[in-house]
């Protein structure tokens, strides 16, 4: 497990911008160069424009040119696991990957991206 990866994610948990929900959320992500990529969640007042910590942390490394990913973590106060639809994206940009998903204390459960979304659909569903 990398501490730093985490460590990343505790400190975009710290900047989330949630003034709606109050649930802060940190993500980062490991790029196959070991760089390390952090988002956190985004809200709106139109819910359905919020973007999550995870998704932010994705599509900023795709912004910053990278295309492969080693290893994600999420931070929450409580540990909460990433939604559905980050969970697809997850997989979409990532593959099976290992997810760390932390609470704040020091909490650590990893499980694989597939364990997230078994029977995923992606583009061999496509074609």
């Known amino acids: 497990m990398n501490n730093k990866l985490i460590q990343t994610a505790i400190k975009?948990?710290?900047?989330?911008?949630a003034p709606?929900?109050?649930?802060?959320?940190?993500?980062?992500?490991?790029?196959e160069t070991?760089?390390?990529?952090?988002g956190c969640n985004v809200e709106?007042?139109?819910?359905?424009?919020?973007?999550?910590?995870?998704?932010?942390?994705?599509?900023?490394?795709?912004?910053?040119?990278?295309?492969?990913f080693k290893s994600l973590a999420v931070v929450t106060a409580n540990g909460g696991s990433p939604c559905g639809?980050?969970?697809?994206?997850i997989w979409?940009?990532?593959?099976d990957i290992p997810i760390h998903i932390c609470d704040k204390k020091g909490w650590v459960k990893t499980l694989s991206s597939s364990e997230l979304l078994p029977?995923?659909?992606?583009?061999?569903?496509?074609?």
Request: hydrophobic share 35%; net charge negative; glycine share 10%.
């Open 20 to 31: 709606y929900s109050n649930y802060q959320v940190g993500a980062a992500v490991e790029t």
């Open 12 to 17: 975009m948990c710290d900047v989330a911008h």
């Open 44 to 68: 709106s007042s139109s819910y359905g424009l919020t973007c999550c910590a995870e998704r932010t942390a994705l599509f900023r490394a795709i912004a910053e040119g990278h295309t492969s």
């Open 85 to 89: 639809a980050c969970r697809q994206v």
């Open 34 to 38: 070991g760089e390390i990529v952090g």
């Open 119 to 127: 029977d995923a659909f992606d583009d061999s569903h496509l074609k």
């Open 92 to 95: 979409d940009l990532c593959g």
